[in-house]
């Protein structure tokens, strides 16, 4: 992935994804009557060596304000906000289509509308929780605990594609190609059981954590008041300290992103003795998995204690935590009350966000993403012409072939390294704009009016999905990622590349530019996922999949050695004097972008075939490409989603995804970089990989 992708539903609802504000500033290059560098944004003050992201983004940093209703915001956003008006208009188009009932155009109207209508959701008060709220009461002993819990199991986490590694549920499926006989696809269960976005946030004892904590504990009183129950607060205080336990279990984020670490198979009759507490076969059977004879245990230490946290912890502070969790996870689908509380804690004190977005944006989304493919088949339909897919389908084929000469130059492999990488980079899947195929909503009933129902079989669908896909062999041309996402994706095990249509766009793509340009936004995009299949996650796997070691052991310790000095060199980023980037836990990202631009640089000079580029407005082709590159990172964060971010999330802030030219000899010719400029990197410690 080029950038964060939050899979939590929840959390994008109860914030909302969308603005249409426009910033108080002249946004990139889309928006100018002639196509190019955003010049005007540049502080020409600032030495290039000195700080590149503010040299090409100073006067935007200085004169943008993050609206209102988001966290952060940035390039991403203004292809995004594009996005969302089509979309807004895709989706309001079907609700008043009067479609035939099961189409996908009704489907796609019924979800909308029924999200859209507060009043009809505030008149049906807690009459949809009622049903869940009655199973947990009903829960008597540990059998029955289990079947719950087997029973909430959604297909809502994935490590390598999308790095979804949260669920507030106990444990989360990951259903994806087998690591060891790649024509079929495994069951992985992972740890989960939190609300907030990570184990630190329980843990940490700063002064921030301890306030954020204290607020938490607020929130989630105010929440269970909010349903009726009466001693909201001692509720509260059990819950806290179950999830304090359960946070204890969870293992860090930089070790669940090994694919060495998680790949570990248990047979289901070995759960009981590996893993004892909870009834297993209760659980299995009640989440539909009765028939497989074996998961992979991703993370089996957190997998033992929760499971042991199942038998140890009394049966009601359970159904407390099962309560709270029910209520916060359809926030946004049940009365206005529940929906602002849980913005007030979730997007405003644990992100900084001031204002929720508007309803109706939130139900464009909500829509958008309940009936993802449906959307994104109308989207491509009408915004992405076959011009668009050919020329990106072009820049994809050229920086692949940069990509296989630096292989052919790398003086550090060994011949049959480089043979076996070449089989990677041929064996490629590549797919541009939207899939092949359609997936299909015939089995997704949408019910008009109904917002919590339908929100729950949106989830039961896509887990019945992933349930059908244990059944059948992997089809490499399946899509992990809407057309209609300013994304991009490299699935590693399936070895497959997503382009999504609307990341197609400006300021990443466009047609009237000069292609220098393009190159180093959406072909730096591009090079980046690329590299995802050879970066210290994607080098694991083969040509076909298998997680198998094809490198010789001096190969091996050279892109270690590689890899590490990348890890040191992020490890020195301080977005706050007291929390640094974690080098680990953005290294698999950090190559991507080194990588990547390195890739699509070469492609860029070769596409020239040996001229250069003409000059623009004074900057030389290659000023042109580093500029234009550090633009598309430009990024202003409110302080708490900053700290958030660098606790979870795999990808740098924008700003010091700019930094990555440092590591480029060009980079240094281009703009006069000398020894003592702040970025300067003498050559020996510039990070070359591929
Ligand atoms: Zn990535």
Redesign the pocket.
């Known amino acids: 992935?080029?950038r964060t992708r939050c899979r939590s539903v929840r959390y994008l609802l109860a914030v909302g994804l969308t603005v249409l504000a426009a910033t108080p500033f002249a946004p990139l290059a889309a928006q100018s009557t002639v196509p190019g560098l955003d010049t005007a944004a540049m502080d020409r003050s600032v030495r290039p060596g000195n700080d590149f992201y503010l040299y090409a983004n100073g006067r935007w940093v200085r004169e943008t304000a993050i609206p209102a209703d988001r966290s952060s915001y940035g390039a991403f956003n203004i292809a995004a906000e594009r996005a969302e008006r089509r979309l807004t208009q895709i989706v309001q188009d079907a609700a008043k289509a009067n479609a035939p009932a099961g189409s996908d155009l009704r489907k796609i109207g019924d979800y909308y509308t029924s999200f859209l209508d507060t009043a009809a959701i505030a008149a049906r008060g807690l009459t949809p929780l009622k049903p869940a709220l009655n199973r947990i009461a009903a829960i008597g002993n540990r059998t029955e605990l289990a079947r719950y819990i087997g029973s909430t199991l959604r297909a809502d986490v994935d490590v390598i594609n999308d790095g979804a590694l949260d669920t507030d549920n106990l444990f989360g499926l990951w259903v994806d190609q087998d690591f060891d006989t790649p024509t079929k696809n495994f069951a992985a269960l992972l740890q989960g059981g939190l609300e907030m976005p990570d184990k630190s946030y329980y843990l940490d004892t700063s002064a921030t954590m301890v306030t954020v904590r204290e607020k938490y504990r607020t929130h989630v009183a105010r929440m269970l008041t909010l349903a009726g129950f009466s001693d909201a607060t001692g509720m509260a205080d059990t819950i806290l300290a179950l999830e304090t336990k359960i946070a204890r279990t969870h293992e860090a984020r930089e070790d669940t992103w090994d694919v060495r670490k998680g790949d570990n198979h248990w047979a289901r009759a070995e759960f009981p003795t590996k893993a004892p507490g909870l009834d297993w076969d209760a659980f299995f059977t009640a989440a539909g998995l009765g028939d497989i004879p074996t998961f992979v245990a991703w993370q089996p230490a957190a997998i033992t204690q929760l499971s042991a946290l199942t038998a140890s912890e009394p049966l009601s502070a359970w159904k407390d935590l099962f309560v709270y969790h029910t209520i916060e996870h359809h926030a946004a689908v049940l009365p206005p009350a529940f929906d602002h509380e849980a913005f007030a804690f979730f997007g405003k004190t644990l992100s900084g966000i001031e204002a929720q977005a508007p309803r109706v944006k939130r139900a464009v989304q909500a829509a958008s993403g309940a009936l993802g493919f449906a959307v994104g088949k109308l989207y491509v339909t009408r915004y992405f012409p076959p011009s668009a897919k050919r020329a990106a389908e072009t820049m994809v084929a050229n920086i692949i072939h940069a990509y296989d000469l630096r292989i052919d130059r790398l003086a550090w492999m060994a011949p049959s390294t480089k043979q076996e990488a070449k089989a990677k980079l041929e064996t490629l899947k590549v797919s541009v704009g939207y899939p092949d195929t359609w997936p299909s909503y015939a089995g997704l009933e949408v019910v008009p009016g109904r917002a919590y129902g339908n929100f729950d079989r949106v989830e039961r669908f896509q887990y019945a999905e992933n349930l059908e896909k244990l059944h059948r062999p992997v089809d490499r041309a399946e899509w992990s990622m809407t057309p209609q996402t300013v994304n991009a994706v490299?699935m590693p095990a399936m070895n497959a590349l997503n382009f999504p249509a609307a990341i197609l766009e400006p300021p990443f793509f466009d047609p009237k530019r000069p292609m220098v340009m393009n190159y180093a936004a959406i072909g730096a995009v591009i090079g980046?996922?690329i590299s995802?299949s050879f970066d210290n996650l994607g080098a694991n796997f083969d040509a076909h999949g298998r997680l198998r070691d094809w490198w010789t052991p001096a190969d091996s310790a050279h892109f270690a050695d590689a890899t590490e000095a990348l890890v040191q060199q992020y490890d020195d980023y301080r977005p706050f004097p007291n929390l640094a980037i974690n080098g680990k836990l953005t290294i698999?990202?950090n190559i991507?972008d080194l990588a990547g631009l390195t890739a699509s640089y070469d492609a860029y000079r070769a596409s020239l075939g040996g001229q250069e580029a003409p000059a623009w407005d004074g900057f030389t082709g290659d000023q042109q490409f580093f500029i234009a590159f550090a633009q598309i990172w430009r990024t202003k964060f409110r302080a708490p989603a900053l700290r958030r971010r660098l606790l979870t999330d795999g990808?740098s802030p924008g700003p010091y995804r700019a930094r990555t030219v440092r590591n480029l000899g060009a980079w240094y010719a281009a703009f006069h970089v000398q020894p003592g400029d702040s970025l300067y990197l003498a050559p020996d410690e510039r990070v070359r990989i591929w």
């Open positions: 992935m080029i490299n980046h996922e995802h698999t990202e991507a990808h």
